[in-house]
């Protein structure tokens, strides 16, 4: 399992918790001009985040507000005219913390542990338009767990909609858990520092569907079975892959991973991630080499594992396709 919150000395619950009351529960209605509280999505940067308010029309239904720019520092537009998937992909991610603050209670510093994250896209409605884009989500949660009146688990899916169109779709799980509980689960590796993991070699940008070196999360390796294994290297340096410090690396790092193995196994300009149906079964640490291995199973399909000592951190089924760049004056 995985987390993707920073430790937190606030634990004043968010309370109350939001009511079911939805101003706009047609997804019409003025649309919001400020991001929600940075704290609320577990992310540092203010640029990161994405979501822009969120009403409930039911006890476990959400309308969720999100807007995408249309340039970003690392979720750079595929083929220059296609949004890229993993910032959907983080876009849903953040509704799972935020929905749980603001709609369930659970207080800042409690932990989120990741189980399972699913996406899946629709390529020809994800071409960039001249202003950025406003999203409505629309979100139902199931499988939940509580103790008491605390929440303990889970599932949420996600219909994503622009201009009242689907561009995606998700389907997340996860647990909570208090800090006292992860203090013990994770003593032995709170005090580390985060060090990166920078081998040679690294592939090149344009290998990987990236712009800069910087973002490069693979490292070449020698073969020696029929599948390919890269090396996973970073910089926690880096300023959304490592957003803030942590004990141990984060999801978004391991996505990132599939992405860039699915892209380096697929020998074609502009490929895209449309989806990717991934589980997470243990902690992935830092001063451990992490083997990414990327095997193709399809025309369109590649499957990715992270192992960490000869355990599987992680894996993900990465659907790929073939963007063609729109020539100038041109929509869909």
Do not use: K
């Amino acid at each position: 399992m995985i987390t993707t919150l920073e430790p937190t000395t606030d634990l004043t619950p968010r309370s109350p918790a939001l009511p079911v009351d939805c101003v706009c529960p047609d997804g019409s209605g003025t649309a919001l001009t400020s991001t929600v509280p940075r704290e609320l999505v577990h992310r540092a940067a203010v640029a990161e985040v994405f979501l822009t308010g969120m009403c409930r029309p039911g006890p476990d239904r959400f309308h969720v507000r999100a807007q995408l720019p249309r340039g970003h520092s690392f979720f750079s537009p595929i083929a220059g005219t296609h949004y890229d998937p993993m910032m959907i992909c983080e876009t849903i991610r953040q509704v799972g913390s935020y929905v749980a603050h603001e709609a369930y209670g659970v207080p800042l510093g409690h932990q989120f542990l990741l189980w399972g994250l699913d996406y899946s896209t629709m390529p020809e409605n994800l071409v960039i338009g001249d202003a950025p884009a406003d999203l409505d989500l629309e979100v139902t949660c199931s499988d939940i767990r509580m103790r008491g009146t605390q929440l303990q688990a889970l599932r949420y899916e996600v219909t994503m909609l622009l201009n009242g169109v689907v561009i995606a779709t998700g389907d997340v799980g996860y647990t909570v858990t208090s800090p006292a509980v992860y203090r013990r689960l994770r003593a032995a590796q709170l005090d580390r520092r985060p060090m990166p993991s920078l081998p040679s070699a690294p592939l090149q940008p344009a290998q990987v569907g990236r712009i800069s070196p910087f973002d490069v999360v693979l490292a070449a390796t020698a073969q020696t079975t029929t599948a390919v294994t890269w090396q996973l290297r970073y910089d926690t340096r880096h300023p959304v892959l490592f957003d803030h410090p942590g004990d141990h690396l984060p999801g978004m790092v391991l996505l990132e991973a599939a992405r860039q193995a699915a892209v380096a196994l697929t020998p074609a300009p502009a490929v895209m991630p449309v989806s990717v149906v991934s589980t997470y079964q243990r902690y992935a640490e830092f001063g451990i080499p992490l083997w990414v291995t990327a095997e193709r199973t399809g025309p369109t399909t590649v499957r990715v594992t992270g192992t960490q000592e000869d355990e599987q951190v992680f894996l993900a089924l990465v659907g790929t396709g073939q963007v063609q760049p729109m020539p100038f004056g041109m929509t869909p």
